[in-house]
C-alpha cells in the first residue's frame, strides 16, 4: 500500500510530465507525495559534471532554488494531490550527497526517465547514493511509464541480504495470485544451477503468498546481465523488473554491482531496485 512518496527531479520544467504523473499517482492511492527538488550550481555545460561548475552568491543560488520549488509545486498543485516540496541547492558535485543526508523516509521513491534530467550525471550520482543507503525500495521508471499493476514480474535472483529485500519489497507491492519469474543469471548453465536451492527456497516462500512462482535459468555468455534480464522481462511482457541493489563499498561510499549499475543507466521498463 502506498501512502507516502518521495520523489526526486532536478527542473521542474525537464520534469513536468514526469511530475504531472507522480501527482496523479499519489491522488490515486490517496499517498502523500514527497517531491525533493534539485538545483545544481551553473555549469559551463552539463555533460561536464560533475566539473565546470561556476561560482554564483549563495543568494543566487538560493533564489534558483526557491523559483524551482514554486515551479515544482504549481505543477503539483494541477493534480490535486497532497503535497511538499523540498528544495536542495548546491554544487552538482554534492546535491547527491545532500539528499541523502536529508534521511527522508517513504514508502518508496521514485525517479524519473534521464530526459527528465537537465544533468544526467546528478541523476545516476542520486540513484548510486539512494540504493544501499535509503533503506527504501527505489522505482525508477522510463518515459511514458507510471507505478505499474504488478501482474506479472521478473526477479533476479543472487543470493545477498539485497536481494532477500527485493523479494520482500515484490511480496509487498505485487496483486495477489501474481506471476513471478525467479531469474538466476549466470555465464554458463553451471553456474547458474549453483543457486538452485536458494532459487527453489524463494519460489516455496512467494508461493505461500499465494503467487504463481517459476524458476528460470538465464545462461548468458559474454551479454551484459543487466540486458539479459531486461530482454527477459520484455519477452515475458513483465510489468516490472525487480532486483536488489549492492550495498557499501570500503574504496567509495558507495559503488554499484554491474547488474544494478547498468539499470540505473538503462530501462527499458519499470524497474524496482531494494537496497
Not at 527504501?136 to 535472483?157: D, E, M
Not at 525467479?182 to 512467494?206: F, M, N, W, Y
Not at 520484455?234 to 559503488?255: H, P, Q, Y
Request: aromatic content about 4%; hydrophobic content about 45%; some cysteine.
Amino acid at each position: 500500500m502506498l501512502k507516502d512518496i518521495l520523489a526526486v527531479v532536478e527542473e521542474a520544467d525537464a520534469a513536468a510530465g514526469f511530475l504531472q504523473m507522480i501527482g496523479d499517482l499519489a491522488k490515486a492511492h490517496g499517498a502523500h507525495l514527497e517531491v525533493a527538488a534539485l538545483t545544481p550550481a551553473p555549469m559551463v555545460s552539463s555533460a561536464l559534471a560533475p566539473f565546470g561548475s561556476l561560482y554564483v552568491p549563495e543568494s543566487v543560488l538560493r533564489d534558483s532554488d526557491n523559483q524551482n520549488i514554486e515551479k515544482v509545486r504549481a505543477l503539483l498543485e494541477k493534480t490535486g494531490c497532497q503535497h511538499d516540496v523540498l528544495g536542495f541547492h548546491d554544487d552538482v558535485a554534492w546535491l547527491a550527497g545532500d539528499l541523502r543526508r536529508s534521511g527522508q523516509v517513504a514508502d518508496i521513491i521514485i525517479i524519473g526517465p534521464e530526459e527528465s534530467w537537465p544533468t544526467r550525471w546528478l541523476r545516476t550520482r542520486v540513484l548510486e547514493n539512494l540504493v544501499g543507503s535509503a533503506g527504501t525500495p527505489i522505482l525508477i521508471l522510463p518515459a511514458g511509464k507510471t507505478f505499474p499493476t504488478i501482474r506479472r514480474a521478473v526477479l533476479g535472483w543472487k543470493p545477498s541480504p539485497e536481494a532477500n529485500r527485493a523479494v520482500h519489497d515484490l511480496v509487498r507491492f505485487a496483486e495477489p495470485g501474481a506471476l513471478i519469474d525467479v531469474v538466476t543469471v549466470g555465464i554458463t548453465l553451471p553456474e547458474c544451477e549453483k543457486e538452485q536451492d536458494s532459487q527453489a527456497e524463494v519460489k516455496r516462500h512467494l508461493t505461500r503468498h499465494g503467487f504463481a512462482a517459476k524458476g528460470r535459468r538465464l545462461a548468458i555468455g559474454d551479454q551484459i546481465e543487466a540486458e539479459a534480464l531486461t530482454r527477459h522481462a520484455l519477452d515475458m511482457n513483465a510489468d516490472i523488473l525487480v532486483v536488489g541493489g549492492f550495498a557499501r563499498s570500503r574504496i567509495r561510499e558507495i559503488i554499484l554491482g554491474g547488474v544494478t549499475r547498468d539499470l540505473v543507466c538503462r530501462a527499458d521498463l519499470p524497474v524496482l531496485i531494494a537496497g
